[in-house]
C-alpha cells in the first residue's frame, strides 16, 4: 500500500493529513504525521496569558480519521531513496509533504540564554510560569512586528513594557495604514517605545541596549523575525530569504523533486497576482489542505486542486486597547477596539481543528473559508 508521510504537526500538517484522509476515503494511501509533540501547537495563540489554552492533543484530531502519529523529530530527508529517518525510525514515502513550521530567529548575544519566547509552547510556559502572581514588573519586548505588539499589549496591564525596534517605526512590515491605530492603543497603554534600536546584552537583572541604555528587568521577551524549518535546506529547489521552498499552484516542489509537496511556513507561494503568503495560519491551512489533497490525489490518479485562498486579512491583539481588524495587502482598517477584539475571539476559537471526525473531514475540503467580517 503506499504511502503519505507528512513531516510536521502544526496547522499545515494537520490540515494536509485531514485533506488526504478525505480523499483517500475508506481505502486508499496511508498516512503517518511525524511530529515531536504530542500536541498541536496554536502559535497565533501563544501571546496569551494561559497557554495551555494553545494547545490540542493530536491524537484527539488524527485517531478519528486514521491517520496514525509518529512522535520523533525528522532528522534527515532522503529525496533520492524516498525515505525520512527520525530518530531510530526510517520511514519510507511515496508523497511526502512537508509542513515542519518555522521557527524565531533567535540572536547571538551575551546573555541570550536568558531571553523569553512566546514561539514555541515551551517558551510560552517558561514566560507563563516566571510572570505567575507578579505584577509591577518591567518587561522589555524586542521586535515591534505582529508578534512582539500582541505581547507587548497583553502584558502592558501587568507592568511597564518598553517596546524595542530597529526600524524607523512600529510594525515595519504592517504597513502605514493601521499605524495610527497601533500608535493610539500603545499610548493609551503607556508603552514606551524606543526606535531604531536594538538590544545587545542581557543580564541577570537588566536589558542593554545599542543605544546604551541600560533597563533594569529580569524579564526580556525576543519576538523579531521568524526562518523556515531548516529541513527545506535538504529539498532540492529554490527558497526565498526566509529559507522557504517555493511550490506551484498544487503546493509541489518544482522539479527536479516531484514526489514532495510543501505548506505552511516552509512554502513559498503566490496568493493572488501580484502577492505571495506570509507565514501565517490564514495561510498555513490552506496551504495544508491543498498539498494533503493532491498527495492523495496524485496517487489515486484523481484531479488536482489548485491553492485559491480566501483574501488576505489580519487581526491583531491590542491587550485592554482592543485589536484592529484589517483588509487586504495594503492592511486598510476596517475595525478597530472592542468591535476588532469580538471579532478576534471568534478567530481565535475556530483555529481549533474539531476532533468530530465529519466536521474535521468536511472542513478539509473546504480550502477557501474567509471570515464574515
Known amino acids: ?39 498541536m501547537v496554536l502559535r497565533p495563540r501563544l501571546y496569551e496569558t494561559d497557554p495551555e489554552r494553545a494547545v490540542v492533543p ?30 531510530e525510525a526510517e520511514v519510507g514515502y ?24 512566546v514561539d514555541t509552547i515551551a517558551g ?25 505588539l500582541e505581547i507587548a499589549t497583553e502584558l502592558a496591564g501587568r507592568g511597564r513594557v518598553v517596546l524595542v525596534e530597529q526600524a524607523e517605526v512600529i510594525g515595519p512590515d504592517l504597513g502605514p495604514a493601521p499605524r495610527p491605530a497601533i500608535e493610539a492603543a500603545l499610548d493609551d497603554l503607556g508603552i514606551e517605545r524606543r526606535l531604531r534600536t536594538t538590544l545587545t546584552a542581557v543580564e541577570d537583572d537588566a536589558a542593554v541596549l545599542s543605544d546604551g541604555t541600560r533597563i533594569a528587568t529580569d524579564t526580556v521577551v ?59 495560519c490564514q495561510h498555513a491551512t490552506p496551504m495544508g489542505k491543498t498539498a494533503g489533497h493532491n498527495a492523495a490525489a496524485d496517487l489515486l490518479g484523481l484531479p488536482p486542486i489548485d491553492f485559491d485562498p480566501a483574501p488576505y486579512v489580519t487581526d491583531l491583539d491590542l491587550g485592554a486597547a482592543g485589536a484592529l481588524y484589517t483588509r487586504g495587502w495594503e492592511r486598510e482598517v476596517a475595525h478597530t477596539g472592542a468591535q476588532a477584539k469580538e471579532i478576534k475571539r471568534w478567530i481565535m476559537e475556530r483555529i481549533h481543528p474539531p476532533v468530530n471526525a465529519d466536521r474535521l473531514l468536511a472542513l478539509a475540503g473546504q480550502v477557501n473559508l474567509p471570515v464574515p467580517f
Do not use: N, Y
Not at 490540515?15 to 504530542?38: C, F, H, K, L, Q
Not at 509542513?99 to 531571553?115: H, K, N, Q, T, V
Not at 510560569?129 to 512582539?148: C, D, I, M, P
Not at 516542489?253 to 503568503?277: E, I, K, L, N
Open 1 to 39: 500500500m503506499s504511502h503519505i508521510v507528512i513531516a510536521g504537526g502544526g496547522f499545515a500538517g494537520v490540515w494536509a493529513a485531514a485533506a488526504a484522509a478525505r480523499v483517500r476515503g475508506d481505502a486508499g494511501p496511508r498516512i503517518t504525521v511525524i511530529a515531536p509533540s504530542e500536541e
Open 222 to 280: 525576543w519576538a523579531a523575525g521568524l526562518r523556515a524549518s531548516p529541513l527545506t535546506a535538504q529539498i532540492p529547489g529554490r527558497r526565498d530569504a526566509l529559507g522557504r521552498l517555493e511550490v506551484d499552484a498544487r503546493l509541489r516542489v518544482t522539479d527536479p523533486v516531484q514526489a514532495v509537496f510543501a505548506a505552511g511556513d516552509v512554502a513559498t507561494v503566490r496568493s493572488d497576482a501580484g502577492h505571495r503568503v506570509v507565514q501565517s
Open 124 to 148: 510560552a510556559r517558561r514566560l507563563a510560569a516566571h510572570l505567575k502572581g507578579r505584577g509591577g514588573f518591567t518587561a522589555v519586548v524586542v521586535g515591534a512586528g505582529f508578534t512582539g
Open 58 to 87: 493530536l491524537r484527539r484530531v488524527l485517531d478519528p480519521i486514521g491517520v496514525r502519529h509518529l512522535r520523533a523529530a525528522v532528522d534527515e530527508i532522503d529525496v533520492e531513496a524516498q525515505v525520512v529517518r527520525a530518530g
Open 94 to 117: 511515496d508523497r511526502l509533504v512537508l509542513a515542519a513550521g518555522s521557527r524565531l530567529a533567535r540572536p547571538e548575544l551575551p546573555g541570550a540564554r536568558r531571553l523569553f519566547d
